[in-house]
């Protein structure tokens, strides 16, 4: 079987570390390859190179066909699987009622949905398609020194965010409870911006000046608040930072708050259901503790002035660090995802979930008549 991620983005997004992790742990469970199938040529061009390259595949299962970055080359993918009775799965990060029609062409043309979580699920069900979950993870690192509260002031108050520009990200949100919070004694805000890879330029231009509108000019003289425009060679690392802020109005999977908590770094969470399965799940009975009403920048302020005043969540992290990093390992383990992935594409049953148990369930289906 082949588990395909069909385009590579030029930049290091959590997405983009996630699946290349995915990528690198499948071939270990014995069951297929994993490739990009990044191309710049035509569809027949693209169909062309999966012949010569791929015509030995029994199964596909292709991870976000349905987004519109080169949906040309997913419809040649489907088509291709679909005259050679070969049975496909779309696994599913990410879905915005945008995506409505290209999910509605997938399903169409044979293709079985997964999603990475209940969540996705659940929305997917609500415009009436059916998906079956594969749980999806973030990257564990190999090691990462032991988490101890930390005596005062001896990490350095900067309150930090990564990621893409779009509007669902809420940048300019931060930027506002940061300047509200009125935080002293060198408290510093950073923001890491990518390119949003969806928007054009004028629209990732635009969330930079909502953004930039909510930074006092002495802060940017000063540096007290830093924007960062220029992508680091590999993954956000946490480890320097005094707490890391997800403000984010939806997320399918919300990866970064996770790897923030297995870093020891407490993250501060707009409180929407991604979020909240994050705090429930890991922060138990404090779990409110961690979260603020979505776009209520005067409650992310105060939890800003409290975390700096008390270091509470940073010490609750830490005393709890053991069973923290032991539910992210069994709950989100990308080596899990991986082996649900190859259990699929053999089209044997998850438990519980069914998934054609039959070859012929899917084969009837898939193929052309």
Known sequence: MLLVHHFSLSHITGVTVMIAEILRLFPATGEGRADYLSFSGTPTDFTRELD??????????????????????????????????IPVWVYIHDYWPHHFDNVAAVVEMGAKLLASTEFLKDSLAADGYSAEVVTVGVPIPEA????????????????????????????????????EAALENGAMLYLRLLPSHVFDNRE???????????IPEDSKETGRVR?????????????????????????????????????????????????KVIAQTLFGDRADDFLYPLGDTNALARMMRDEAATERRRQFIAAHSTEIRATIKKRWSLATTA?????????????GNGLFAEPS??????CRA
């Open 144 to 179: 990462l020194p032991p988490v101890h509260p930390s005596p005062r002031r001896t990490i350095p108050m900067i309150f930090a965010s990564s990621g893409r520009l779009t509007p669902r990200k809420r940048f300019y949100d931060i930027a506002s409870a940061f300047r």
């Open 227 to 275: 924007l960062d425009r220029v992508p680091s060679a590999g993954a956000f690392d946490y480890t320097p930072y005094f707490a890391y802020v997800c403000s984010s109005a939806y997320e399918g999977f919300s990866m970064s708050p996770i790897e923030s908590a297995y870093s020891g770094c407490p993250p501060l969470m707009s409180d929407i259901p991604a979020h």
């Open 204 to 214: 990732d231009a635009e969330q930079m000046r909502l953004i930039e509108k909510e």
């Open 52 to 85: 010569k390259k791929h015509s030995d595949a029994t199964s596909i299962i292709g991870i976000n066909l349905h987004i519109e970055v080169q949906w040309e080359f997913s419809l040649a993918l489907l088509e291709w699987c679909q005259a050679r009775c």
């Open 361 to 366: 369930d899917i084969l009837s289906h898939n």
């Open 339 to 351: 082996k649900l992935l190859a259990e699929t594409g053999r089209m044997k049953p998850i438990a």
